[in-house]
Protein backbone atom coordinates (compact mmCIF):
# COMPACT_ATOMS: atom_id res chain seq x y z
CA UNK A 1 0.00 0.00 0.00
CA UNK A 2 1.67 3.26 -1.07
CA UNK A 3 0.64 7.13 -0.95
CA UNK A 4 0.66 8.73 -4.05
CA UNK A 5 1.78 12.66 -4.41
CA UNK A 6 -0.50 14.27 -7.76
CA UNK A 7 -0.66 17.35 -9.07
CA UNK A 8 -2.58 17.50 -12.04
CA UNK A 9 -1.76 19.68 -15.23
CA UNK A 10 -5.34 18.68 -16.98
CA UNK A 11 -8.70 18.78 -15.87
CA UNK A 12 -11.84 17.19 -17.27
CA UNK A 13 -15.53 18.97 -17.16
CA UNK A 14 -17.28 15.23 -18.23
CA UNK A 15 -17.15 12.33 -16.35
CA UNK A 16 -16.21 9.22 -18.63
CA UNK A 17 -13.66 6.83 -20.35
CA UNK A 18 -9.78 9.04 -20.76
CA UNK A 19 -6.36 8.10 -20.44
CA UNK A 20 -5.51 7.28 -16.46
CA UNK A 21 -3.53 10.20 -14.96
CA UNK A 22 -2.08 7.87 -12.40
CA UNK A 23 -2.49 3.64 -11.98
CA UNK A 24 -2.79 2.86 -8.44
CA UNK A 25 -3.02 -0.28 -6.60
CA UNK A 26 -5.70 -1.34 -4.14
CA UNK A 27 -5.22 -0.28 -0.65
CA UNK A 28 -3.19 2.70 -2.16
CA UNK A 29 -4.04 6.52 -0.91
CA UNK A 30 -3.90 9.42 -3.90
CA UNK A 31 -2.67 12.93 -2.02
CA UNK A 32 -4.04 15.18 -4.81
CA UNK A 33 -5.10 18.78 -5.31
CA UNK A 34 -8.46 19.81 -7.07
CA UNK A 35 -9.36 23.76 -8.57
CA UNK A 36 -12.75 25.16 -7.57
CA UNK A 37 -15.62 24.82 -9.72
CA UNK A 38 -15.00 27.83 -12.03
CA UNK A 39 -11.21 26.50 -12.59
CA UNK A 40 -9.52 28.75 -9.97
CA UNK A 41 -6.42 27.16 -8.26
CA UNK A 42 -5.11 27.99 -5.00
CA UNK A 43 -3.25 31.16 -6.01
CA UNK A 44 -6.90 31.60 -7.52
CA UNK A 45 -5.31 31.40 -11.27
CA UNK A 46 -7.60 30.03 -13.76
CA UNK A 47 -6.30 26.75 -14.87
CA UNK A 48 -9.74 25.34 -15.78
CA UNK A 49 -13.17 25.88 -17.41
CA UNK A 50 -16.66 25.83 -15.34
CA UNK A 51 -17.89 23.38 -14.51
CA UNK A 52 -16.86 21.48 -12.00
CA UNK A 53 -13.31 20.71 -13.67
CA UNK A 54 -12.18 17.54 -12.15
CA UNK A 55 -8.74 16.03 -11.23
CA UNK A 56 -8.01 12.45 -12.94
CA UNK A 57 -9.09 10.01 -13.90
CA UNK A 58 -7.41 7.67 -11.73
CA UNK A 59 -6.49 3.83 -12.31
CA UNK A 60 -7.68 1.06 -9.51
CA UNK A 61 -5.66 -1.79 -10.73
CA UNK A 62 -7.93 -4.82 -9.81
CA UNK A 63 -11.06 -3.14 -10.61
CA UNK A 64 -13.27 -5.01 -12.95
CA UNK A 65 -17.12 -4.17 -14.03
CA UNK A 66 -18.87 -5.36 -11.84
CA UNK A 67 -16.88 -4.60 -8.86
CA UNK A 68 -17.43 -1.37 -6.17
CA UNK A 69 -14.92 1.21 -5.71
CA UNK A 70 -14.82 2.05 -2.14
CA UNK A 71 -13.46 5.48 -1.58
CA UNK A 72 -12.33 6.73 1.71
CA UNK A 73 -12.28 10.63 2.55
CA UNK A 74 -9.59 10.73 4.73
CA UNK A 75 -8.77 14.58 4.76
CA UNK A 76 -9.97 17.81 2.91
CA UNK A 77 -7.94 20.81 3.21
CA UNK A 78 -8.70 24.02 1.68
CA UNK A 79 -5.48 25.48 -0.53
CA UNK A 80 -6.91 28.92 0.11
CA UNK A 81 -7.79 31.24 2.70
CA UNK A 82 -11.01 32.38 -0.11
CA UNK A 83 -13.96 30.83 -0.81
CA UNK A 84 -17.20 32.05 -3.22
CA UNK A 85 -20.99 31.85 -3.89
CA UNK A 86 -23.72 32.96 -5.56
CA UNK A 87 -27.19 34.47 -4.29
CA UNK A 88 -30.27 34.24 -4.44
CA UNK A 89 -31.88 30.95 -3.99
CA UNK A 90 -32.54 28.80 -6.86
CA UNK A 91 -35.79 29.04 -8.78
CA UNK A 92 -35.99 25.45 -8.41
CA UNK A 93 -36.95 25.74 -4.38
CA UNK A 94 -39.20 29.09 -4.54
CA UNK A 95 -42.38 28.90 -5.16
CA UNK A 96 -42.87 30.34 -8.86
CA UNK A 97 -45.12 33.12 -7.55
CA UNK A 98 -41.92 34.48 -5.72
CA UNK A 99 -39.27 34.47 -8.44
CA UNK A 100 -40.26 37.82 -9.67
CA UNK A 101 -38.86 39.22 -6.57
CA UNK A 102 -35.53 37.74 -6.29
CA UNK A 103 -32.73 39.81 -6.47
CA UNK A 104 -30.03 40.30 -9.22
CA UNK A 105 -27.61 37.50 -9.10
CA UNK A 106 -24.19 38.30 -7.46
CA UNK A 107 -20.84 36.41 -6.62
CA UNK A 108 -19.38 37.33 -3.49
CA UNK A 109 -15.93 36.44 -1.55
CA UNK A 110 -15.74 34.41 2.16
CA UNK A 111 -12.57 34.70 4.19
CA UNK A 112 -12.24 30.97 5.32
CA UNK A 113 -10.21 30.86 8.28
CA UNK A 114 -7.81 28.05 9.00
CA UNK A 115 -7.16 28.97 12.31
CA UNK A 116 -10.93 30.35 13.63
CA UNK A 117 -12.34 27.14 11.98
CA UNK A 118 -14.89 28.95 10.70
CA UNK A 119 -16.01 30.70 7.26
CA UNK A 120 -17.26 33.77 7.30
CA UNK A 121 -18.46 36.79 4.80
CA UNK A 122 -15.78 39.42 3.06
CA UNK A 123 -18.47 42.04 3.37
CA UNK A 124 -20.65 40.71 5.56
CA UNK A 125 -24.66 41.94 4.59
CA UNK A 126 -27.39 43.42 6.93
CA UNK A 127 -28.04 40.85 9.82
CA UNK A 128 -25.24 38.86 8.87
CA UNK A 129 -21.98 41.01 10.53
CA UNK A 130 -21.61 38.17 13.35
CA UNK A 131 -22.04 35.28 10.89
CA UNK A 132 -19.40 33.05 10.90
CA UNK A 133 -20.59 28.94 10.37
CA UNK A 134 -17.77 26.54 11.22
CA UNK A 135 -15.92 25.24 8.06
CA UNK A 136 -16.81 21.63 6.82
CA UNK A 137 -15.29 20.54 4.14
CA UNK A 138 -16.85 18.21 1.98
CA UNK A 139 -16.64 17.14 -2.06
CA UNK A 140 -19.23 18.34 -4.37
CA UNK A 141 -18.13 16.27 -7.26
CA UNK A 142 -16.83 12.67 -7.80
CA UNK A 143 -16.86 9.39 -9.13
CA UNK A 144 -16.04 6.81 -11.77
CA UNK A 145 -16.48 6.43 -15.53
CA UNK A 146 -20.12 5.30 -16.65
CA UNK A 147 -20.63 2.44 -18.97
CA UNK A 148 -21.39 2.10 -22.18
CA UNK A 149 -18.69 4.90 -23.39
CA UNK A 150 -20.12 7.35 -21.88
CA UNK A 151 -19.63 10.87 -20.84
CA UNK A 152 -21.55 12.64 -18.23
CA UNK A 153 -20.90 16.35 -17.41
CA UNK A 154 -19.92 17.02 -14.16
CA UNK A 155 -23.22 19.64 -14.04
CA UNK A 156 -24.94 16.42 -12.99
CA UNK A 157 -25.18 12.97 -11.55
CA UNK A 158 -26.20 9.31 -11.89
CA UNK A 159 -25.46 5.82 -11.22
CA UNK A 160 -21.83 6.72 -11.24
CA UNK A 161 -21.90 9.54 -8.63
CA UNK A 162 -20.68 13.19 -10.15
CA UNK A 163 -22.31 16.29 -8.65
CA UNK A 164 -24.42 15.19 -6.06
CA UNK A 165 -23.36 18.15 -3.42
CA UNK A 166 -24.39 15.84 -0.44
CA UNK A 167 -22.84 16.71 3.07
CA UNK A 168 -21.99 13.38 3.68
CA UNK A 169 -19.33 13.39 1.24
CA UNK A 170 -16.63 14.76 4.31
CA UNK A 171 -13.75 13.24 6.04
CA UNK A 172 -14.41 10.00 7.78
CA UNK A 173 -17.04 8.74 5.09
CA UNK A 174 -16.42 5.93 3.15
CA UNK A 175 -18.06 6.10 -0.52
CA UNK A 176 -19.04 2.97 -2.75
CA UNK A 177 -18.94 3.24 -6.61
CA UNK A 178 -20.58 0.71 -9.30
CA UNK A 179 -17.94 0.19 -11.51
CA UNK A 180 -18.15 0.11 -15.27
CA UNK A 181 -15.11 0.02 -16.86
CA UNK A 182 -11.86 -1.51 -16.20
CA UNK A 183 -9.84 0.59 -13.49
CA UNK A 184 -13.23 2.38 -12.51
CA UNK A 185 -11.47 5.55 -13.72
CA UNK A 186 -12.06 7.93 -10.19
CA UNK A 187 -12.13 11.60 -10.49
CA UNK A 188 -12.83 13.76 -7.73
CA UNK A 189 -13.20 17.37 -7.50
CA UNK A 190 -15.86 20.54 -6.44
CA UNK A 191 -14.69 20.69 -2.98
CA UNK A 192 -16.92 23.06 -0.82
CA UNK A 193 -15.68 24.81 2.45
CA UNK A 194 -18.92 24.68 3.73
CA UNK A 195 -22.59 24.11 2.18
CA UNK A 196 -26.27 23.56 3.42
CA UNK A 197 -28.37 20.94 2.57
CA UNK A 198 -29.53 20.93 -1.12
CA UNK A 199 -26.77 23.56 -2.47
CA UNK A 200 -29.75 25.49 -2.86
CA UNK A 201 -28.13 28.37 -4.41
CA UNK A 202 -26.49 26.97 -7.12
CA UNK A 203 -23.21 26.28 -5.10
CA UNK A 204 -21.21 25.84 -1.91
CA UNK A 205 -18.34 27.60 -0.62
CA UNK A 206 -16.27 26.88 -3.46
CA UNK A 207 -12.38 26.78 -3.13
CA UNK A 208 -9.53 25.18 -4.18
CA UNK A 209 -8.46 21.87 -2.05
CA UNK A 210 -5.76 18.99 -1.47
CA UNK A 211 -7.90 15.94 -0.80
CA UNK A 212 -6.43 12.52 0.68
CA UNK A 213 -8.31 9.28 -0.49
CA UNK A 214 -8.17 5.59 -0.18
CA UNK A 215 -8.94 3.27 -2.85
CA UNK A 216 -10.46 -0.45 -2.05
CA UNK A 217 -11.74 -2.64 -4.60
CA UNK A 218 -15.03 -4.72 -3.49
CA UNK A 219 -15.74 -7.80 -5.29
CA UNK A 220 -19.52 -6.83 -5.01
CA UNK A 221 -22.00 -5.36 -7.54
CA UNK A 222 -24.15 -2.14 -6.71
CA UNK A 223 -26.27 -0.18 -8.27
CA UNK A 224 -25.76 3.05 -6.87
CA UNK A 225 -23.91 4.63 -4.75
CA UNK A 226 -23.74 4.30 -1.25
CA UNK A 227 -21.93 5.19 1.53
CA UNK A 228 -20.88 4.53 5.40
CA UNK A 229 -19.80 7.04 8.48
CA UNK A 230 -18.74 6.57 11.80
CA UNK A 231 -22.47 6.45 12.66
CA UNK A 232 -24.63 5.45 10.05
CA UNK A 233 -25.00 3.68 6.27
CA UNK A 234 -26.47 5.26 3.15
CA UNK A 235 -27.69 5.32 -0.58
CA UNK A 236 -27.80 7.77 -2.67
CA UNK A 237 -29.94 8.17 -6.01
CA UNK A 238 -29.62 10.69 -8.16
CA UNK A 239 -32.26 11.47 -11.15
CA UNK A 240 -34.87 13.87 -11.50
CA UNK A 241 -37.76 14.50 -10.33
CA UNK A 242 -37.14 14.43 -6.78
CA UNK A 243 -39.50 11.56 -5.95
CA UNK A 244 -37.68 9.43 -8.51
CA UNK A 245 -34.28 10.21 -6.56
CA UNK A 246 -35.59 8.42 -3.88
CA UNK A 247 -37.08 5.94 -5.16
CA UNK A 248 -33.39 4.89 -6.37
CA UNK A 249 -31.80 5.27 -2.89
CA UNK A 250 -34.54 3.10 -0.56
CA UNK A 251 -34.40 0.62 -3.48
CA UNK A 252 -30.74 0.23 -2.87
CA UNK A 253 -31.00 0.66 0.65
CA UNK A 254 -32.89 -2.37 0.80
CA UNK A 255 -30.81 -4.38 -1.49
CA UNK A 256 -28.03 -3.56 0.87
CA UNK A 257 -30.43 -4.91 4.17
CA UNK A 258 -30.61 -7.89 2.64
CA UNK A 259 -27.12 -8.67 1.40
CA UNK A 260 -25.48 -7.80 4.16
CA UNK A 261 -27.91 -7.97 7.02
CA UNK A 262 -30.50 -10.54 5.92
CA UNK A 263 -33.48 -8.61 6.04
CA UNK A 264 -36.09 -9.63 3.76
CA UNK A 265 -38.26 -7.30 1.80
CA UNK A 266 -41.30 -7.19 5.03
CA UNK A 267 -38.49 -7.01 7.39
CA UNK A 268 -36.87 -4.18 6.08
CA UNK A 269 -40.32 -2.70 5.68
CA UNK A 270 -40.66 -2.60 8.88
CA UNK A 271 -37.01 -1.24 10.14
CA UNK A 272 -37.03 1.30 7.29
CA UNK A 273 -40.39 2.33 7.76
CA UNK A 274 -39.12 3.55 11.88
CA UNK A 275 -35.87 4.63 11.73
CA UNK A 276 -34.77 5.49 7.61
CA UNK A 277 -33.76 8.83 7.62
CA UNK A 278 -33.97 10.99 3.91
CA UNK A 279 -31.35 13.64 3.20
CA UNK A 280 -31.50 16.56 0.59
CA UNK A 281 -28.03 15.97 -1.60
CA UNK A 282 -28.21 18.85 -4.95
CA UNK A 283 -31.84 20.35 -5.80
CA UNK A 284 -30.18 22.71 -8.23
CA UNK A 285 -28.66 20.80 -11.13
CA UNK A 286 -30.07 18.54 -14.04
CA UNK A 287 -30.43 15.93 -11.65
CA UNK A 288 -31.30 15.60 -7.93
CA UNK A 289 -29.88 13.71 -5.26
CA UNK A 290 -31.46 12.53 -2.23
CA UNK A 291 -29.65 9.87 0.45
CA UNK A 292 -31.35 7.45 2.17
CA UNK A 293 -29.91 6.62 6.09
CA UNK A 294 -30.12 4.40 8.85
CA UNK A 295 -28.22 4.48 11.97
CA UNK A 296 -25.85 1.76 12.47
CA UNK A 297 -27.24 0.84 16.38
CA UNK A 298 -30.51 -0.05 14.58
CA UNK A 299 -27.99 -3.42 13.14
CA UNK A 300 -25.83 -3.88 15.32
CA UNK A 301 -27.71 -7.04 16.61
CA UNK A 302 -29.07 -8.29 12.79
Known sequence: MA????????YYNVIGTAEPCLRVADGDTVVADTIDASGLDANEVAVGARPNPMTGPFFVEGAEPGDTLSV?????????????????????????????????????????????GTVRLRDPVKGLEDFAPPLQPMIGCFGVAPAG??????????????????????????AWFP???PGALFYLGDGHACQGDGEIVGTGIETSFEMEVTFRVLKRTIAWP??????????VGNARPLDQALQHATTEMVRWLAEDYGLDARAASHLMGQVVRYDVGNVFNPAFTVGCRIAKRWLTKL
Open 226 to 235: RGETAEDIFT
Open 72 to 116: RIDRLTPSRATGWTYSPLAFTVMDPAAIPDRPAPQRVVWDIGGNT
Open 3 to 10: THRFHPTR
Open 149 to 174: GQALSTATSAQNGGNMDYRLFAPGTT
Open 179 to 181: VAV
